[in-house]
């Protein structure tokens, strides 16, 4: 138990303090280090080393670049005018090509602070200009964001299948489902308060127009397709499909979009930045973990939810409010380092199916995005739309409900998680 207090006591200490992530849970290592009596340096430092020498973590730099590329070349534009022609004639359109073109970027970046970032500084203002009240669209913006990390390619997916070594490849079609159902979830929501508030309906687009735009857009489309059935297929694996996405990403960048290689030098530093913040979390996450392990935190929590209930509906709701309360104050890629390890022995016990606990991990902690006082995604999009973080988050709160109302259907029905990953032997 004492091991338990420090762990947690340093780790909201040194968050509240305003300490980067990575060097707060590097901090923590330290302590809990000294405090279990272990003061060989060299145990930490292989620790570290060994955090990152994981093969299927190659997967991230490489789904970041091509990312980068596909960002960079204006494949969003594309993306926001293909799902404007598909949803903009529906009430309230603007808000509906928000949720969809959201759905369609996370099969290219993956990641809801991208989503946020590249799709709500062109969306947030296209809708206040067309009559939306600015909170909604803001609101919108930041709640379908979310999508990012669960629908594949997705970097939260292949960090949790490197730390549980579990198959990537399943964890990202199970995630599919999971996503589509919250964008689902999101459009009927925005149709409600289109309705509600009497927003406009975008300009319909004839079949020609249609053709023209999705010519333009089918190059993001395809790159989602080439990932998952080369996956599918046995063609490459889940890492190798980050490289396969790099080359695809070239390929269009200079034959399609015609960068200049000049462009490549930002591009390449987007990326290496990007990718060694999140290294540097996965280091001294992994150590942290690897003491917490010595110290049979597993084990011991383990004891303590068994003696609250076996039953399995129970822990499963135990699990999300935990989630939910650490998505509160941690961001999504550190809490799946440091929590994989502890809550996944647990769930076995359980008789959870590692593939269903991922995807509800992974999914409750990206609604943690988007939730004070820590949610990454809440502070890119109030620093775009320039509204305050308050008013953003009352306008939220229904939404909230909306994406814990999912969250329960893919947690108690795990058919919605488990049939895609069941055409994978």
Not at 29 to 39: D, K, N, P, W
Not at 110 to 139: N, R, T, W
Request: glycine share 8%.
């Amino acid at each position: 138990m004492e091991v338990i207090l420090i762990f947690l006591g340093s780790l909201i200490g040194f968050t509240v303090l305003g300490v980067p992530i990575g060097f707060a849970i590097g901090l923590t290592t330290v302590i809990l280090m000294f405090a279990m009596g272990m003061t060989d340096a060299m145990v930490l430092a292989r620790r570290l080393i060994t955090g990152v020498d994981i093969y299927t973590l190659l997967a991230i730099p490489f789904f970041m670049l091509a990312g980068e590329i596909l960002n960079k070349v204006g494949l969003v534009n594309d993306i926001l005018k293909f799902s404007s022609a598909v949803v903009g004639r529906i009430k309230g359109g603007l808000a509906a090509v928000n949720v969809l073109a959201s759905m369609l970027f996370a099969g290219i970046s993956g990641s809801a602070v991208a989503d946020a970032a590249a799709l709500g500084s062109l969306e947030i203002p296209m809708m206040e200009k067309d009559g939306y009240d600015k909170p909604f669209s803001s609101a919108i913006t930041a709640a379908s964001s979310v999508i990012g990390p669960i629908i594949p390619p997705s970097i939260p997916m292949i960090i949790l299948g490197s730390l549980a070594q579990i198959s990537i490849a399943k964890l990202f079609l199970g995630g599919a489902i999971p996503g589509i159902l919250i964008g689902l979830a999101l459009l009927g929501y925005s149709f409600f308060i289109a309705k509600k508030r009497n927003y406009p309906v975008s300009k319909a687009v004839n079949f020609k127009e249609f053709i023209e735009v999705f010519k333009n857009t089918v190059w993001a489309l395809i790159l989602p397709l080439i990932i998952l059935g080369g996956i599918l297929g046995g063609l490459f694996t889940a890492t190798e499909a980050g490289a396969v996405a790099v080359i695809y990403a070239v390929i269009i960048s200079f034959a399609v979009y015609k960068v200049k290689v000049k462009d490549y030098i930002d591009i390449l530093k987007g990326a290496a930045l990007s990718t060694g913040v999140v290294m540097l979390v996965c280091a001294a996450a992994m150590a942290l973990t690897w003491f917490l392990a010595v110290a049979q935190l597993p084990q011991i929590l383990t004891a303590i939810l068994m003696n609250i209930t076996k039953n399995k509906l129970i822990f499963l709701f135990v699990l999300n409010v935990l989630l939910f309360i650490v998505g509160m104050v941690i961001d999504l890629t550190p809490a799946l380092f440091l929590l994989t390890p502890i809550l996944l022995p647990i769930s076995n016990v359980y008789g959870i199916d590692p593939i269903h606990f991922g995807v509800i991990m992974v999914a409750n902690l990206c609604i943690g995005l988007i939730t004070p006082p820590v949610g990454t995604v809440l502070y890119v999009t109030t620093s775009i739309s320039k509204i305050k973080l308050e008013v953003l988050i009352k306008e939220l709160v229904p939404m909230y409900l909306v994406l814990f109302i999912v969250l329960m259907l893919i947690t108690y029905v795990p058919f919605t998680v488990l049939w895609l990953p069941s055409f994978i032997k």
